[in-house]
């Protein structure tokens, strides 16, 4: 039997709805960030401090990844920004075409910029493309310092990793500067922002790297 | 066109090997128990100190789940009892032919029980039965009091809640009383220690929970 090559990668559902929801923010110039991490690293509570504290400059929409309930969009707009909330009703991750759903429901004239935050998940949401322009990646303190290690896609595709919850740093075993040359080892390029959401600490050099990424982006 | 009921459930290729892992642990009378949990919640800490504070009391054999690397094997034997990893090599939970595996080569005879200590992610391990007598799940404080509510599925399937990292609770947000009030509507007989492996407050309640579940099975 004869072989066909036909020379062309075959996307897949979700990598076409990717690449269509990737068209479209780059058509808008939005800067979309993709934000992933385990349940309870602290994701909405970054997402709602960032949102507060950058009002005025910088005007942020985003899209809730959860498999049941709307708790954490419901916080977000507390914090003062539209947000679309997806239920996956079991499933692990966000797929592209529910975020190209959601995408059509946000006031994107009204945005600079859009936060996915995925389904709580270290795993899975690093193997589904959702168009984003970027991955971001939140670790605790309290998860320990050898998740680099045990979970490496996340840490390997993300542009930026956030060690959340400094404020505890005192009470576990976590050692940043272990964590940090791990996640450098695998992506020599990752930025890292040890940050606390909850005492505020660290988190201006957040805002300056998400200020500067989404006026390049516009 | 006329349907046909075959009348009869076909088992999936993982729920086969499930059965028959239930089986054969159910003929050697040995408890098994899959614990289930978001990375970094203590699960490795846990059961390295269950097995040495109940050494001379309870045999225990334990099969680690990772996607990479056997940080937690090496920690379950030196804490005294024998390991066998399974890397999945990204795959975001164990399959029942892996634990298939894993048991040929665990000395069953000189043990009283085995734990199976699942990769950290609170959602897909849920679903997928590995012929364990139960499931275990654990929550660290540090991860919020929201999660029963927003991963409802492990806490419904659990026969024990074990609620890690107590020693935490005066520098985090959880509320306790709302965690358990919430996994019990979940789910009314589920069992729920409040514990802290680190600081050894609360464990024996657990110890007496466990040893009184592996003679019942002997």
């Not at 960030?33 to 009002?55: F, H, Y």
């Not at 995925?118 to 168009?131: D, H, I, K, S, W």
């Not at 680099?148 to 009470?171: E, Q, R």
Request: proline share 4%; with cysteine; hydrophobic share 40%.
């Amino acid at each position: 039997m004869s072989k066909i090559n036909i020379g062309k990668k075959i996307l897949s559902a979700n990598e076409q709805y990717a690449l269509q929801n990737s068209r479209l923010l780059a058509d808008q110039k939005k800067l979309c960030l993709n934000v992933i991490s385990s349940p309870g690293s602290g994701k909405t509570t970054i997402l709602a401090k960032t949102i507060t504290d950058l009002a005025g400059k910088l005007r942020i929409g985003v899209i809730e990844g959860d498999i049941q309930t709307d708790i954490d969009a419901q916080r977000i707009r507390q914090a003062g920004a539209p947000a679309i909330q997806i239920n996956t009703n079991g499933a692990c991750h966000l797929s592209a075409p529910q975020v190209s759903t959601a995408l059509e429901h946000l006031p994107l004239d009204n945005l600079d910029m859009i936060f996915i935050e995925n389904v709580g998940n270290l795993v899975c949401p690093t193997a589904f493309e959702l168009g984003e322009s970027f991955k971001i990646v939140v670790l605790s303190v309290a998860e320990g310092d050898d998740k680099p290690a045990k979970y490496p896609g996340i840490f390997a595709k993300s542009k930026v990793l956030l060690i959340n919850k400094i404020d505890l740093l005192a009470h576990v075993d976590f050692d940043i500067t272990k964590v940090e040359a791990e996640s450098r080892r695998l992506n020599h390029g990752i930025q890292i922002f040890p940050i606390s959401a909850k005492t505020g600490e660290g988190m201006n050099n957040w805002y300056d790297w998400l200020l500067k990424a989404a006026k390049q982006m516009a």
